[in-house]
């Protein structure tokens, strides 16, 4: 690998003149790439140019133009702004374009979701089966042209409401009264239900066994399928495994279990009404969400944002993750078998502020806060007097407290130490971001390395720490929360007085055509909004880059000869949200 | 040695146990109650809770800060004979607004002229729709619709709720969110005062000519 | 609050003072559903956002444990109370409709919150069900996105009013002619959800739609 060259430099034109050309429609970034060398180039741009880490891969159904679009986004885990880039096809049935997940392994799940979603098929991609509806499902429900059993009208709001809204169930308008839309000329009678075989033939190719080479015997192998009920799995996540006496010699994660049509129903929506839509995302880290949500949107807008409300969404950006952090460490000692005390006391802390977010924002958990170009509402009095007591009086003693409570505990620290979660060379192929990166010995944290918001004005160390087992996984939690408490302490000492937004308030905001991606560092990984405008008040395209769904691509790899007694403790580690996820 | 590190980690548990008597005890000597009472339940959500931290839900109740919100209502200002005037002019913002769109309006028009009248005819809300985010409380011009601090809602039934359920007075309003009811009241008085202000003083274009 | 299904003993039946401590008088009904309401074990089931604020209500601050609804079980074998605390997503449904006919009686199904009662703000979703109802029986819904902890107790005491108030010969579970009150059929994942119960409605719609073709 040649050392990388500085940003401004990636000029894929100049390298491959043929094939790729510039990105020439207005408000649009980026390359376009021809999908014949769409391989070629991205070997080129991770190799010769040094983009390490695939962030985000998406489709976009250009109805109008008959083409369907790929759009890729990768960055340098050295830090600095990505590069886009695009390859487009004929908008057929389905759409053939090569796929990557020989250049980034992480490529992988976001294929399967791009071919179940939009029936873009990857050639050439190893295992592509629906990932979040069931094999079987009528078609592809993020096209354009297709549309659900309740489908009203094309975009929100719906003239059925006002002024002549007499109130009717959304079931009445249905021919069956029911959420349930069936093809034409379905017949029940006739109509096989698809078996899961290919799962289960996927797990049985990607067994280690078998890779080595070794013969196996049968019966040897034992497949067992965790969840979607099951209490540790974080939520309704299904993973099937397959056993060689305890160990874990394949594994496959099934989703969409919770898969709640959020970009279909973001697509229909206007800007601000995706803003509570974003809060069910992960729903531990509402206000981040919002934020990654109001930064995107920003930049399409190219609007300032009001300077208290700055100060104001990173301090609630950085309690948001302090109090997720905490019901990490919780989660994981119930994960671990020790069913409750510590995770009551990291509930404890997570209630004190959740008590400031219902003072500020009105809800608990959903807190729906920010706006374009600021905040809702200034922090009231009482509650900004609660937060300082909390930064400055009571969750540094309280954080100090859980570590003398559990860190040098013998059997915690039996059953996370010397666990192997990922090294830095798998965790960067797997597109795995967040603190499983940093426990893994990279420094890459988004509010470092391509800092958003006013995070460049904090004086902050990225908590790293370099053995990537469990324990380590575990400890950077600590210096996370620490950390954080660090940029509250001076966001809290900065904060200017002022207006909490730059624009007037309306319900109706005017973005410009055009696309942009915003990516935050939310306490999970990396969460991207990628949102394509036409000019229109609801978004053309809309997809959220969601770092739990893009980190379990890892977990076939992390948890491979592993026990299966660790693997809730692996999965754990991911700290991951369902409703992120399956989204 | 072996066992070190439980037996610390056991020595928060302890501690954790000890400061709910403790603290008994001081409040005691103090003559105050802990339970059951508006001070007991502020001290365990404040950052000196230490011990218990159960608010022992039907019995006491946690203090909703007043930005609080659960599910939305309508304003009516009462009259001097106890007339109802709603505020709502079925506008339709919030209808537009709303995000999962729970919200129908029917608009009221004149019978004989068929122009709309500034008052709802039917306002439903679909209260197992409504996801709680209070841009229609937010975005409407004229103060009608507001969001609730009532939660205890549980009932045996779906929750479609028609005007009459959703009224409720302004005197509620004023009970629940002080602050924001003064400011408001505020704006909307210096508002009519700039109206009259207008109609009072000579047609500007009147007068140049 | 004063609740008067609350005791044991049956009003206006006077027992001699000196006995009090130690005789109730009481009938059937009463004592069954005095043993219920105090024990309802939650099924350990979480969906979505709501199953947050369901362990929230679990945890120190509010502690179900007052109403005799700590324990969480896991396995639906030990279960009383199913909380649907989320979005019921097609592909999640016949996991659901199995744990539920695992279940053994009495068993309680709560919505918890709008998502759960009619599919809330991803009720036009492809891949939502409507509303938990459409399959299940239902005693409480509670509206709120999510109900807070204390919404969630709330409704735990209007379930608790409801189990004051049943008689073992009229629930469903007992109700004699209705065998299989307990067991609903499971659903089919087909080119979208199939209710099973429903089948014959859908080959109905499907038939003359070919003939047209």
Redesign the interface.
Known sequence: MTAPAPVSTVDLVARFPEFVSADSRPAYSGFVVKKENLVEVATALRDEFGFDLLSSLTGADYLAENKMEVVYHVHRTTGGPGVVFKTQAERTDPVEVPSLVGVWAGADFQEREAWDLLGIKFVGHPDLRRI???E???GH?LRKDWQ?????EDT???K?????????Y??FKN??R????????????K?Q?ETEDQLYFSLERDSSKKIDGETQELGERMVINMG????STH??LRVAVELNGETITSLKPVL??????HE??GE???F??????T??LD??NSMINNFGYAITVEKLMKIPVAERAEYIRVIMAELSRIQNHFIFIGMLINDLGAMY?P???A??E???VL?IF?????????C?YFRFGGV??DI?D??MR?IK??VF??LPAKTD?ME??????????ARLKNVHVLNADEAIRNSVTGPCLRAAGVPYDIRRADPYSIYDRFDFDVAVRYNGDMYDNYLIRFDEIRQSLRILEQALKQIPEGPINSQK?Q??VRVPAGEAYGRVESPKGELGFYVVSNGKPNPYRYHVRAPSFVNLTALETMCKGEKIADFVALLAMFDIV??EVDR | MYGKGIIKGLGVTLKRFTDTYLDDISWWMQGKKRYYTKEGVEHRSSKDARGIFTVQYPEEQLIAPEEFRYEPFLLYDEGPEGERNIRCTSCGICAKVCPPQCIWIMRTSDPETGKPIPEPKEFYIDMDLCMNCGLCAEYCPFDAIKMDHDFELASYHRNVYDLEMLLKPTSYYAEIRPTNYNREEEERKAKEAAKAAKAAAPRPSAATN | MENKYEGLNLPNYNIPEDIQNAVSITTIDRLYNWGRRWSVWPLMFGLACCAIEMIAAQTARYDMARFGMEVMRPTPRQADMMIVSGTVTKKMLPAIIRLYNQMPEPKYVVAMGACASSGGPFKEGYNVVAGIDKFLPVDVYIPGCPPTPQALMAGMIKLQEKIDKQSIKKVRWYEKGKADANYVPMPILGPDLIDARRADEFKAAAAPKQETA
């Open positions: 979040l509806m069931w079987g499902f009528e429900p659900e059993a309740f489908y009203e929100k709001p719906f059925s409401r006002w002024p002549e809204g007499s109130h009717v959304a079931e021919p069956f029911d959420n349930v839309k069936l093809p034409e000329g379905f017949s029940l009678e109509y239900p979607p009920h099951h209490p939520g309704v969409g279990y919770l898969h709640r049509n279909k129903i229909r929506n206007t601000l009404q995706i803003m509570p839509y809060d069910r729903y531990f005390t995770s009551l006391y509930f404890e997570r209630e004190l008590d219902e003072a500020v924002a009105g809800a608990r958990m959903m729906n809702v509402r009231p009482d509650a609660k007591d909390l009086d009571r407290e003398r409570f559990l860190n040098e505990n013998e059997v915690l620290v308030p319900y109706q369902m409703g």
